[in-house]
C-alpha cells in the first residue's frame, strides 16, 4: 500500500478492532470458538510451566524480583510479586521460551502473547474477573492479532528483506489488558496506537541471528501492554493511525501491493478468524519444522527403522519454512539452543535418531553430538514455490543404504485445527512439560488446573490460576 489516497485517523480499521474488543460480551462468542481458546489458554499455561526454568527466563525473574517494587501480580511458578508491568515483563518470556506455543497459520503466535500479560492485570483490576470475562478478552485480543497479521499476508513474507515480523502481538497483548481493565473503545484504540508505537519493525533477526529476543520480545510486549493500557487510563495519547496512517501506518509502512486491509473488518464480531487456524505444537521448535518432523517420526516409527541405515533424507517444504533451512551455512551447523529450535536439518535428524523433538533434544552437548551432526549432513531441503499451506504437508523421502525408499506427507501435523489436540492431548503436553519448571508444582495443582481451563466459564475469580501456577 503507497501512500496515495490517504486514511483519516479516524478512520483506521483500528477504531473498528478496539470497538469489538470493548463490546463484544462472553454471550456473542459461538460454542466452538470458547471451547478453543479454553485449550489454547491451558497449552500455554503448560509451556509457560515449562519455560519458567529453561534458559534465559530464570534471568529474568530474579532480574524482575531484584528491581522490587508494588506487589500487585504474580510471577508465575517462581511465585514472588512484582508491579504489574514487571510481572508481565517475566511471565512473558516463560510462554515463549521453549518454542512450543501456538501459531496461526496467517503467520504469528497467538496466545503467548496475551495470556501472560492478561494473567499479570488480575490483581490490578477494578475487581475479581471471572472465566467469562477472561475469554471474552482472550478471544477478542487475540483476533485482532489473528486480523493483523492476515491483512498484511504475513505468513507470505517470512523469509524476505523488509520483513516486518511479529508486530502483531503487541496489538494483540494490548487489546485483551484493555478488556480486562474495562478500558472502552475509544481507551482501547489509544492503548493499541501506543503499544504499535513502542514496537517496531523488521524485527526477524531474532530469529536469524540466534539470539534468544525471540522468547525476550515477549517480555517487552507484556510489559508495553500493561503500561498502554494503564497510561492510558492517566490521559497519554498515542497514534490511532495504526494500520493505514500516514506515512507509517503498518500496511503503508511495508509497501507491498498485495496487503488485505479488507480482512481487518470482514466479518468483525461474527467471523472469528481466530479458530480458523490455530495449530497448537506437539514439538518444542519452530512451527516451520513441525511437518517435516511428523512425517520423519510416521516414516521410521512406521517402517521400524533403524537411523543407523539411513542414506539420506529429502524434504520439500513451501517458501517460508525457508527461514529454518536458509542460509544453509547457518542451518545445518546449529551451535546454540535458539539456532537449534529454527534449524530444519537438526530436528528432523533428531526425530528420525529419537522418534520426535523435546526440551532434552536442546542441549548445547546433544546439539554438538557427532553422529546426530553427521545425520544432518545427509538431510537435504528444497523450497517449492508451488506449495500452498506455508506450514503444513511437507514431503519427506527416506532412502536407505540398500536403497529402499519411504516417503510420507503429514497433511496436517497433530494440533492443526483440522487436526486438533483434545483435552488428554493438552493433559500429557502439560505433564511433558512440568518436570522443565523452575520450581516444581504439585501434579494436584496441575490436575486441577486442567479441570479448571476445561471448566473456565465457570470460574468466578481468574486468580484461582496464579494459585495453582504456583508451588
Not at 529474568?60 to 508494588?70: F, K, L
Not at 514472588?80 to 501456538?102: C, L, Q, S
Amino acid at each position: 500500500m503507497k501512500h496515495e489516497n490517504p486514511v483519516l485517523p479516524e478512520h483506521d480499521p483500528a477504531g473498528a478492532l478496539a470497538q469489538m474488543v470493548a463490546d463484544t460480551r462472553y454471550a456473542d462468542l459461538p460454542a466452538g470458538v470458547i471451547d478453543l481458546a479454553k485449550r489454547a489458554i491451558l497449552d500455554t499455561l503448560a509451556v509457560t510451566i515449562a519455560g519458567s526454568g529453561w534458559e534465559v527466563s530464570p534471568a529474568i525473574a530474579d532480574q524482575v524480583a531484584e528491581w522490587g517494587g508494588a506487589p500487585q501480580a504474580t510471577v508465575l511458578v517462581h511465585g514472588h510479586r512484582a508491579p504489574a508491568p514487571m510481572a508481565a515483563f517475566a511471565n512473558g518470556v516463560m510462554a515463549r521460551a521453549i518454542d512450543m506455543g501456538d501459531v496461526h497459520e496467517t503467520g504469528g503466535h497467538v496466545t503467548e502473547w496475551n495470556v501472560p500479560a492478561m494473567l499479570s492485570v488480575l490483581g490490578i483490576a477494578d475487581g475479581p474477573v471471572s472465566g467469562r470475562d477472561f475469554l471474552t478478552a482472550y478471544i477478542t485480543g487475540a483476533e485482532v492479532g489473528v486480523r493483523a497479521s492476515a491483512a498484511l499476508n504475513l505468513v507470505r513474507y517470512h523469509t524476505t528483506w523488509g520483513m516486518p515480523g511479529e508486530w502483531n502481538g503487541p496489538l494483540c497483548a494490548a487489546a485483551s489488558v484493555a478488556r480486562i481493565l474495562g478500558l472502552n473503545a475509544d481507551e482501547t484504540w489509544n492503548a493499541m496506537g501506543m503499544a504499535y508505537t513502542v514496537h517496531g519493525m523488521s524485527e526477524y533477526n531474532k530469529y536469524s541471528e540466534g539470539t534468544q529476543m525471540a522468547r525476550v520480545q515477549h517480555s517487552f510486549a507484556g510489559d508495553t501492554a500493561v503500561k498502554a493500557a494503564l497510561l492510558t487510563r492517566r490521559g497519554v495519547t498515542a497514534p490511532r493511525g495504526i494500520f493505514q496512517g500516514v506515512p507509517s501506518g503498518i500496511l503503508r509502512h511495508v509497501a507491498w501491493d498485495d496487503v488485505r486491509p479488507e480482512l481487518l473488518t470482514d466479518g468483525l464480531g461474527a467471523r472469528w478468524q481466530l479458530a480458523e487456524g490455530l495449530s497448537m505444537k506437539p514439538y518444542s521448535a519452530c512451527k516451520f519444522t513441525h511437518s517435516f518432523i511428523a512425517s520423519t517420526v510416521a516414516i521410521m516409527q512406521g517402517e521400524g527403522l533403524d537411523w543407523r541405515d539411513i542414506e539420506r533424507i529429502d524434504c520439500v517444504g513451501s517458501n517460508s519454512a525457508r527461514m529454518t533451512f536458509e542460509p544453509a551455512a547457518a542451518k545445518w551447523n546449529p551451535r546454540s539452543v535458539p539456532e537449534a529450535m529454527f534449524s530444519a536439518p537438526y530436528t528432523i535428524a533428531t526425530a528420525a535418531i529419537t522418534g520426535g523433538f523435546f526440551l532434552q533434544d536442546l542441549h548445547v552437548d546433544r546439539i554438538m553430538d557427532e553422529e546426530l551432526r553427521a545425520l544432518m549432513q545427509r538431510v537435504h531441503i528444497i523450497a517449492d514455490p508451488a506449495h500452498v499451506d506455508q506450514f503444513e504437508g511437507f514431503s519427506v523421502t527416506i532412502v536407505l543404504t540398500d536403497g529402499r525408499r519411504f516417503t510420507h506427507v503429514t497433511p496436517y501435523v497433530k494440533g492443526h485445527s483440522r487436526n486438533p489436540m483434545d483435552w488428554d492431548d493438552l493433559a500429557d503436553k502439560l505433564g511433558r512439560c512440568a518436570p522443565f519448571a523452575a520450581v516444581a508444582l504439585p501434579q494436584a495443582k496441575l490436575d486441577r488446573l486442567v479441570a479448571l481451563c476445561r471448566a473456565m466459564e465457570e470460574v468466578e475469580d481468574m486468580r484461582d490460576v496464579l494459585t495453582l501456577m504456583t508451588a
